[in-house]
């Protein structure tokens, strides 16, 4: 081999060493974890090791830290329920009484709209190995200031008016995991409610525009007992869904045990699927929701135990509570970006309708209204999440919770 070979070969060598790592092939993480992971192992390389932010460190926290502690007192904040104002209280929590295979829980707060609740729960969430769940539970609730529209599809906003609901409940659930993400299910209550006039001093109380034939069972309501059956299957991944679905089917009979009026049946379905994109950063999520009820001749079911549209958790751009009747359509889509880590935005559309007979339950004359959000959460749920609504005929609509259900 001449010179000029030796340095030709030597020229070639060298340049397949400097060009070999410009040219590797680099994997596209397939998933959000994947990408967190790939950054973490470039920066360890480099002598940087990762560093989470403060937002991401203090929803990290609030998972795996609680402030007071898994056992013991812990503050009680967010929302009683769909119009109650924030809430705050306290809550007790221990294992010890069951020797770590449940959870003793018990709290109460309440909210500067004089709403009250309080709780106590006794949850077993895995025993024979993980395969089976039971728990038992007692409440009062004492709501103050509900609104009530009128029944069905053409209930009007200049009819808006409130009354007090206040509700006993005792009961208990059990349910078998033949599979790792299937539940099956059921349970029976002991449901004692009470509704009178409300207590808002700037709205008119039910009594005075609504009677017994435009809001069955106001003027007495009976004791029930509540037996019921679920079929649960949730895949998610994880519980704050990127990918998976969770499918949900309950069965409830209500038992009149008093007054001979008012005994029915329902049935709620509530499909949910969540798709992702660009290693988990772009999420699709589409929810279907029906409730639909039956009644023997001679019954009717009390508007307080109707299904409901509007608020927080359905119809976000309308008032809460706005729409009620015997069977109810909600459709639901939204799409989630990342903007920083455990800081999410969304844009979502929403969709849905009551009707006094099932055979409506179709998809023409559908309320619908659009929006966006933030969405501040962990990989295990919403944190706190706000919403504001356009597009109904209801105005504009702003909800602030902590927690999130859709």
Do not use: C
Not at 13 to 39: G, M, N
Not at 345 to 357: C, I, L
Not at 362 to 373: I, N
């Amino acid at each position: 081999m001449n010179r000029f070979s030796k340095i030709s070969t030597l020229a070639a060598l060298t340049l397949v060493a400097i060009s070999s790592p410009l040219f590797a092939q680099t994997e596209v993480p397939a998933t959000r974890a994947e990408a967190l992971s790939q950054t973490r192992e470039e920066k360890a390389r480099t002598a940087e090791p990762y560093r989470f932010n403060f937002l991401e460190k203090t929803m990290n926290a609030l998972e795996e830290r609680p402030l007071f502690g898994r056992d013991g007192l812990y503050p009680k904040l967010g929302s009683l329920t769909t119009g109650s104002g924030f809430a705050y209280g306290v809550g007790y929590r221990t294992r010890e009484p069951f020797r770590r295979y449940g959870t003793l829980d018990v709290w109460t707060a309440a909210s500067a709209l004089k709403y009250w609740a309080a709780e106590a729960r006794a949850t077993f969430p895995a025993l024979a190995g993980g395969r089976i769940f039971a728990e038992g539970y007692a409440s009062r609730r004492d709501y103050p200031q509900e609104r009530f529209f009128g029944v069905g599809p053409d209930s009007q906003r200049g009819n808006m008016t409130d009354y007090l609901s206040l509700t006993s409940l005792v009961g208990g659930r059990a349910g078998v995991r033949p599979a790792s993400p299937i539940l099956v299910g059921g349970g029976l209550d002991y449901l004692k409610p009470y509704v009178s006039n409300g207590r808002s001093s700037t709205i008119p109380s039910i009594s005075n525009v609504f009677n017994d034939t435009t809001a069955p069972g106001l003027s007495g309501q009976p004791t029930f007992f509540r037996p019921f059956a679920f079929v649960e299957v949730d895949y998610r991944q994880p519980k704050n869904a990127r990918n998976g679905g969770l499918y949900r089917v309950d069965f409830s009979h209500y038992e009149d045990r008093d007054l001979n009026a008012f005994s029915f049946n329902r049935v709620d379905v509530d499909l949910q699927q969540a798709f992702s994109i660009l290693a988990e950063r772009r999420v699709f999520t589409v929810r279907a929701a029906m409730t639909t009820t039956d009644v023997s001749a001679g019954q009717e079911v009390p508007f307080y135990l109707m299904p409901t549209l509007g608020g927080y958790d359905s119809l976000r751009g309308f008032h809460q509570y706005r729409f009620r009747g015997p069977h109810a359509l909600l459709l639901q889509g939204e799409y989630r970006f990342e903007i920083w880590s455990a800081l999410d935005g969304a844009f979502f559309y929403d969709a849905g309708k009551v009707a006094e007979r099932r055979s409506d339950l179709d998809l023409k004359h559908l309320e619908h209204d659009y929006g966006f959000g933030f969405r501040f959460n962990t990989d295990n749920g919403v944190i706190m999440r706000a919403d504001a609504g356009f597009g109904s005929r209801d105005g504009k609509h702003f909800y602030l919770v902590l927690g999130g259900r859709f």
